[in-house]
Every structure is written in structure tokens, then in C-alpha cells.
């Protein structure tokens, strides 16, 4: 038997008998937009089972589903509103509780961590994502290219993670009304006049409000180099 029929076969042997276990994943509050119009939105439910990335379509109303994962390493759960919105997200890795509740603080990253998984499935797979909450209680501040250049370099210590510097950004283009915040973490706020200087202390990232009496959904994207931009739609939500 050749070398490589060999090490074959002790590939698919690990994946014949790594069990599967059932993971109840739960929305862990109201999303911000649903308590603003008072109706339930649709989801989209992205995740790894450990072999491959799926996606599941969530209608309205439903806050809780369960599904089949591998167990032998981190899963990712991602919940993105209406496919488009910001996610709310969790993780599961061997020893966790089988109940999983999805909340915003961990949906970026969790995202992140997802689209890492089709690149190097075996780095994210072995990563801790308790050791990481551990040292670093706020996922949002992780420099993201940094985490992921080390984990993939094998030389990840969640202890010395690099973190962002939060920024201040300005825009007084911003129309006129209450904006209310997709996370509640971050504020909302409100614009008094037209041509009001509203200002943001953020780390890089997308933050989304919506201003319901104009429909108005407003997008603020902040880049690790500093650069950023505000874009207004009509809210997906009416």
C-alpha cells in the first residue's frame, strides 16, 4: 500500500468517526429595528458543521433552531436579518453546553471567523474561542487582520492579541430625525437641524441606524486606515 493510500485513508477514517451532535442555536434578544416597527424579521443562518459551510433561510417569528455539527472543533453561527443587516452570531467547540444563544457582540466576529473557515478550515477549526473572550471581553476591538495573520502563521496568544484604537469621525450631512442604532451597544442618536456636525468615537467596522419617520436606513463604514463614508437608502424595513 502506497504512502498515499495510506494517509487517505486515515483522513477519511477521522472524518467517518468524528460524531455529529445536535446544537440548538436561540435569538438571544429582540434586534433593535424589530422592537422599532414591532414585527419580526426573516433571517439568514450561515454556519460550519465542521466539514463545509451551510446556509438556512429563518422565517419570521422563529427564534430558535436546531442543527447537526461535527465535534471535534470551533463552529461558527451566523445570523444576518433580512440577509443584509448586521449579524448577530455564537460559537460552539467541544466541552460547550449544546445551547447556543446568538447575540450582535459576537456576530462580526463570528462572521469573520466563517469566511475564514473556507481558507483554513484546520486553523480556525483548532482555534479557543473561550481563551480568547477570556483576554479580550470586547471582540470588537481585535484587529482583525492581525488576529487572523497569526492564527493562520500558528502564532496566535490570545493574551497579546492586537487591539484597534477607537476613532473619532464627523459627518453633518446627516438628515434631520432619530436614528436609532441596529445594536445596542452602540447609541443612537438624533439629528436636531439640517447641516448638525454629529460626531462618533468607533472602532473599525460597519454600524447601520435606521430613521423610521423618513424610512431611511444610513450605513457608516469605518476602515482600519482610517477612511470612512456614510450612504443613506430606503430602509429595507417598511
Known sequence: MS???VLFVIALSSCTFESTIPVTLSIAEEH?????????????????????????HIAPGIRDVTVQVYSGGLRMFVMKPLGELGA???????????????????????????SAFEYR????SRLSMKKVKEAN??????????????????????NTITRYAKGNIAFDSIPEGEWISERYENPSFSVEWSG?????????????YIEKERSLLLTIIYTEDGEHSAT????PLL
Open 137 to 158: 471581553r470586547d471582540l470588537s476591538e481585535i484587529d482583525q487582520t492581525a488576529f487572523l495573520t497569526a492564527l493562520f502563521d500558528g502564532k496566535l496568544n490570545p
Open 88 to 114: 448577530i452570531g455564537g460559537f460552539f467547540e467541544p466541552g460547550d453546553d449544546s445551547h447556543v444563544a446568538l447575540i450582535s457582540e459576537e456576530g462580526e466576529f463570528a462572521d469573520i471567523l466563517l
Open 232 to 235: 443613506i437608502r430606503q430602509s
Open 32 to 56: 433593535p429595528f424589530e422592537e422599532l416597527y414591532g414585527k419580526d424579521m426573516w433571517y439568514e443562518l450561515s454556519y460550519t458543521d465542521g466539514s463545509e459551510t451551510k446556509t438556512v
Open 3 to 5: 504512502i498515499l493510500l
Open 196 to 208: 448638525e456636525e454629529i460626531l462618533f468615537d468607533i472602532y473599525p467596522g460597519v454600524y447601520r
Open 121 to 124: 478550515p484546520d486553523a480556525v
